[in-house]
Every structure is written in C-alpha cells, then in structure tokens.
C-alpha cells in the first residue's frame, strides 16, 4: 500500500476521493459510508460555491478509468442546462453516476440505472436533487399539453396537488413553484423506495441512503431535504 494512501486512512479519508489527482479504486470506495459521501457531496458544494473547483487531472483520470469505476454516489437530476451536476459538488470524472431527465422523476429505466449502481458498482448514496425555477415543475405546475412531455409533467402532477391551494395558484408563483419542486423531490425518494425493492433493502441494511436535495440557481447551494 502507498504510504500516501496510510496516510489518509490513519486521518480517517479515503485516498481516492480525498485529492483530485487519485483516480476511485476499490480500496478507497471501500473505507465509505452513505454519511461519509453525503459529507463529500456537501463538502464540494462549499468549493464549487466559492468558485475553487479542484484540478480533475483528466487525462491521467481517463487512462485510469480502463481499469474499472468505483464511484460514490448516484445522482438523478434535471435535464435542466443551469445545473451542472457533477460540478455542483465538484466531483471529478470516475466519482459520480448521473442519471438525468426533466423533472428528476424516477422510472424503469432510472430505477434499474440505480440498483445497478448500487448492488454491482457500489454507490453508498442515491441523490434526487431538484432546483430552482424547473421548467418542467413550471409546465406541470400549469398543466401543459405537448405531445410526450404530457406523459412526463403528470409524473409530476401529484406533486402539484399536494400543495393546499394548488387550483388558486400559478406557475408565476415562486414560491409555488418551489414548494411543488421540493414535493416532487421528495416523492420521488418515497417512489423509489417503494418500488425498488432492491435498493429499500440496501437503505435497511444501511449499505446506501436515498435523499432529496435541492439546488439554488441563486448561489449554487445545494440544501439537502
């Protein structure tokens, strides 16, 4: 073992994700806990709002990445071109899955995506993060009929009628918009534990942690719900 990778391990760090030049290995991915990588997210959060991204070293992070992925955390996200997911946490190449799609709902797809990243590659976090002004929230908010995005928003749509008041209010309501964005966040996290089996038997056993989270367009927080 490296005497740079003990050291870290004697302060209690994982090696890989401490320093950006270290590309993920299974040793490092081995010292995490849902809590560590949750901290990790926050962490580089705190970086990318102060504008002090690391140095991702990419190129030798691509030559290592034939080697395999050993990644944290599962992130699904809006579409949303204002929010650059791995950035926002200033995760490098190798340190994140990223599922996106409008909304940041949960299907097929993006539930098998999930497990796979947890059961196979070994993710200790599944992050639902949804933002500020989403224009699919927006859309859903004001029931739009638009070919396949109609299928999309009423995914959506439950989220909307949550909110007491829903009929009186409008997509113009920011406050509206956001109390529906954070519903949406946190329906999606239920949804997926119900009806993933999988990854609700991996948050019991505590091996991950699904959570919700949101993202300012203002300052580039990310809070978690």
């Known amino acids: 073992m490296r005497p740079l990778f003990k050291t870290l391990l004697a302060l209690g760090l994982s090696a890989s994700f401490a320093t950006a030049d270290l590309q993920p290995d299974a040793a490092a991915q081995a010292t995490l806990t849902p809590d560590i990588v949750l901290q990790n997210l926050q962490d580089g959060n705190a970086r990318y709002m102060k504008g002090e991204l690391s140095d991702p070293n990419l190129l030798d992070r691509i030559k290592k990445a034939q080697e395999g992925q050993f990644p944290q955390a599962y992130i699904l996200s809006c579409v949303d071109s204002r929010v650059p997911t791995e950035q926002v946490f200033d995760m490098r190449l190798g340190d994140v899955f990223v599922g ?4 940041n709902i949960e299907n097929g797809d993006q539930l098998g995506s999930m497990e796979y ?3 196979v590659a070994g993710v200790k976090l599944v992050v639902v993060m949804g933002h500020e002004s989403c224009g699919a929230v927006k859309s859903a908010c004001a029931d739009v009929k638009l070919g396949n995005v109609s299928e999309l928003l009423q995914k959506i749509r439950p989220a ?3 909110i ?3 009929a009186d209010k409008t997509a113009d309501d920011k406050e509206f918009v956001k109390s ?3 519903a949406n966040v946190l329906k ?3 949804d ?4 993933s089996e999988v990854l609700a038997d991996l948050e019991t056993a505590g091996k991950i942690k699904i959570v919700g989270a949101y993202y300012s367009l203002q300052d580039g927080s990310v809070k978690f719900l």
């Open 164 to 166: 007491d008041g829903y």
């Open 100 to 103: 996106r799609v409008a909304g």
């Open 117 to 119: 990243a947890s059961a």
């Open 180 to 182: 529906v964005v954070k």
């Open 188 to 190: 999606t996290v239920n």
């Open 160 to 162: 909307v009628r949550s």
């Open 192 to 195: 997926i534990r119900e009806r």
